[in-house]
């Protein structure tokens, strides 16, 4: 399909979306009284959570795909930032206040999202050495990332900062298999996929759909494989529903357009909000903990999300600024 620089606008309204959720999640699994935590509603709930990290993953990949499609475009800025996205994400879980402690060390190689983020852009940037090639070689990475999830749980290099990537065992919170395989879907669908809301969206929406409705006839039921293919069908379908919807919310939806062009800025403030800032002598996470209702954990969430919101809001003026005074 033919190339575009242009920006997606519903792709920053599908991140926009995303960093909703996030934020949302994260506020219910960290504040929502634990009796509720444990009832069938919540982990009904906790299915539509765990779509909110494979979504970033494909818009990232999509994203890539979608700048270098009509030329190449150099890899060292690319390589650059996400070599950045790579260091906030271990600094984010560097214990600053224990770091002589013996665990120290093993805390500060927890891989999270931004880690898999970043590796799996750097697969993308390897993937368009190929040329024309690149699905190809983008497919290739998919079925090994994807096929050997369940092998990959069991293997062990004895050296933490590479363990911490390839499973859970170690404590990490994402790993390599089978993550980066959204990000490389992401980078595929575009080659079957332009954005717009035309046959070839109704073609992914199907794809989508039998991905995510078929699991009663899976040959791996409740497998690693099914894990990814589930989660990577409601993903699709949710990308060519945002894609067909966008140009129909108008700017209303202004303030998710800025979440979606800020997502790094709110993951990073609002992860700091709960975890690090101590209010008082404690974080939130252990000031108020798992103790409140729903309309309380409703509220801390709008307020998270309006604090991070600023903070993005911020961190685009300055960039604007920073612009405008070079040219």
């Given at each position: 399909?033919?190339?575009?620089?242009?920006?997606?606008l519903?792709?920053?309204?599908?991140?926009?979306?995303?960093?909703?959720?996030?934020?949302?999640?994260?506020?219910?699994?960290?504040?929502?009284?634990?009796?509720?935590?444990?009832?069938?509603?919540?982990?009904?709930?906790?299915?539509?959570?765990?779509?909110?990290?494979?979504?970033?993953?494909?818009?990232?990949?999509?994203?890539?795909?979608?700048?270098?499609?009509?030329?190449?475009?150099?890899?060292?800025?690319?390589?650059?930032?996400?070599?950045?996205?790579?260091?906030?994400?271990?600094?984010?879980?560097?214990?600053?206040?224990?770091?002589?402690?013996?665990?120290?060390?093993?805390?500060?190689?927890?891989?999270?999202?931004?880690?898999?983020?970043?590796?799996?852009?750097?697969?993308?940037?390897?993937a368009?050495?190929?040329?024309?090639?690149?699905?190809?070689?983008?497919?290739?990475?998919?079925?090994?990332?994807?096929?050997?999830?369940?092998?990959?749980?069991?293997?062990?290099?004895?050296?933490?900062?590479?363990?911490?990537?390839?499973?859970?065992?170690?404590?990490s919170?994402?790993?390599?298999?089978?993550?980066?395989?959204?990000?490389?879907?992401?980078?595929?669908?575009?080659?079957?996929?332009s954005?717009?809301?035309?046959?070839?969206?109704?073609?992914?929406?199907?794809?989508?759909?039998l991905?995510?409705?078929?699991?009663?006839?899976?040959p791996?039921?409740?497998?690693?494989?099914e894990?990814?293919?589930?989660?990577?069908?409601?993903?699709?379908?949710?990308?060519?529903?945002?894609?067909?919807?966008?140009?129909?919310?108008?700017?209303?939806?202004?303030?998710?357009?800025?979440?979606?062009?800020?997502?790094?800025?709110?993951?990073?403030?609002h992860?700091?909000?709960?975890?690090?800032?101590?209010?008082?002598?404690?974080?939130?996470?252990?000031?108020?903990?798992?103790?409140?209702?729903?309309?309380?954990?409703?509220?801390?969430?709008?307020?998270?999300?309006?604090?991070?919101?600023?903070?993005?809001?911020?961190?685009?003026?300055r960039?604007?600024?920073?612009?405008?005074?070079?040219?």
């Amino acid at each position: 399909m033919p190339g575009s620089s242009k920006r997606l606008l519903w792709l920053d309204l599908f991140r926009g979306l995303a960093v909703l959720g996030m934020v949302w999640t994260h506020s219910a699994n960290t504040f929502l009284e634990a009796g509720l935590q444990k009832t069938a509603w919540y982990r009904e709930m906790s299915y539509y959570h765990g779509l909110i990290a494979p979504a970033f993953f494909w818009i990232a990949g999509y994203v890539r795909a979608h700048i270098t499609a009509g030329a190449p475009k150099p890899a060292l800025p690319a390589l650059r930032r996400l070599l950045m996205v790579l260091l906030i994400g271990y600094l984010m879980y560097v214990p600053w206040n224990d770091l002589f402690h013996a665990q120290a060390w093993r805390a500060a190689c927890t891989v999270n999202v931004l880690h898999c983020l970043a590796i799996s852009g750097m697969l993308m940037l390897l993937a368009e050495r190929f040329g024309r090639w690149r699905p190809v070689a983008a497919a290739f990475l998919l079925l090994f990332f994807v096929g050997l999830q369940t092998s990959a749980e069991h293997w062990h290099t004895g050296l933490l900062v590479i363990d911490q990537y390839l499973n859970r065992s170690q404590g990490s919170l994402f790993a390599l298999f089978p993550w980066v395989g959204f990000g490389l879907a992401g980078f595929l669908t575009r080659s079957l996929w332009s954005g717009r809301p035309d046959r070839h969206a109704v073609l992914v929406f199907a794809m989508g759909a039998l991905l995510a409705f078929a699991q009663p006839w899976s040959p791996w039921p409740g497998g690693a494989p099914e894990f990814f293919l589930e989660r990577l069908g409601w993903v699709l379908m949710a990308a060519v529903v945002v894609a067909c919807v966008a140009e129909c919310v108008g700017p209303a939806t202004g303030w998710l357009h800025l979440a979606g062009r800020e997502s790094l800025t709110l993951y990073v403030v609002h992860l700091l909000l709960i975890h690090a800032v101590p209010l008082p002598r404690q974080p939130l996470q252990f000031l108020i903990g798992p103790t409140q209702p729903m309309s309380v954990v409703f509220g801390i969430f709008v307020l998270l999300f309006v604090l991070s919101l600023a903070a993005g809001w911020g961190n685009e003026r300055r960039k604007m600024r920073a612009k405008s005074s070079r040219a």
